[in-house]
């Protein structure tokens, strides 16, 4: 039976920009009595709030639908975004630093495992929100899927290597290009087992 792959929808409201996300730090200083730029940039407290709003939101909405987090650690899930501007203009690539910060640590585990897809731009002034289907993927490793995953392994076990936790199958299973494995998934170290 194929694999059941989880979807979940979250409405969250429309992230600010990284120019508004971020601000200088500036510290006092009592000689001068005068503030100076420390040179490091931080979140500026308009940020740190609509961080929590759509934090707050999206546990909200995930309570209604199934997910699995821990398979976030060691997958990657796709995030299909369908935005809804406040104005026209604004580039979508500006609004993700603070949604997959938002959703880290609440939706999956680290958002370098996160494929994001523009699915569609449009302008709603009335209502700015994003509109997300997150979705994990079919494939794993270099594999299109659990069942080809599979099949390579079943091949696998009847390998010399197979006992000793063959290092290029598990490569294989984190998504490494090796020459030892070529285009049609052919392994040509496979050495048939003895008995
Ligand atoms: S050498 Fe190839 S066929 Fe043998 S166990 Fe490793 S990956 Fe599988």
New binding site residues.
């Given amino acids: 039976m194929p694999e059941k792959l989880l979807k979940i929808k979250l409405i969250i409201p429309l992230p600010i920009s990284i120019n508004k996300l971020y601000i200088n730090q500036y510290v006092y200083d009592p000689k001068t009595k005068k503030w100076i730029p420390t040179g490091k940039r931080i979140m500026s407290e308009e940020g740190k709030k609509l961080k929590e709003q759509i934090q707050l939101e999206t546990i909200k909405q995930l309570q209604s639908q199934e997910w699995d987090y821990e398979w976030t650690k060691t997958n990657y899930i796709y995030q299909d975004c369908y935005i809804y501007m406040n104005r026209a203009g604004r580039d979508d690539n500006n609004i993700f630093k603070l949604l997959n910060d938002s959703l880290e640590k609440v939706v999956y585990d680290n958002d370098s495992r996160v494929l994001t897809r523009t699915q569609r731009i449009l302008i709603d002034s009335e209502n700015p929100r994003v509109e997300l289907i997150i979705s994990q993927v079919p494939f794993r490793g270099i594999f299109d899927n659990e069942e080809q995953m599979r099949q390579?392994?079943e091949?696998?076990?009847?390998?010399?290597?197979?006992k000793n936790n063959?290092?290029?199958?598990k490569k294989?299973k984190e998504g490494r290009i090796q020459k030892?494995?070529d285009e049609k998934l052919n392994?040509?170290?496979?050495?048939k087992k003895k008995g």
Avoid: N
Wanted: glycine letters at 0%; hydrophobic letters at 25%.
């Fill in positions: 390579f392994e091949r696998c076990r009847t390998c010399r290597r197979y063959c290092s290029i199958l294989a030892e494995i392994c040509k170290e496979y050495k």
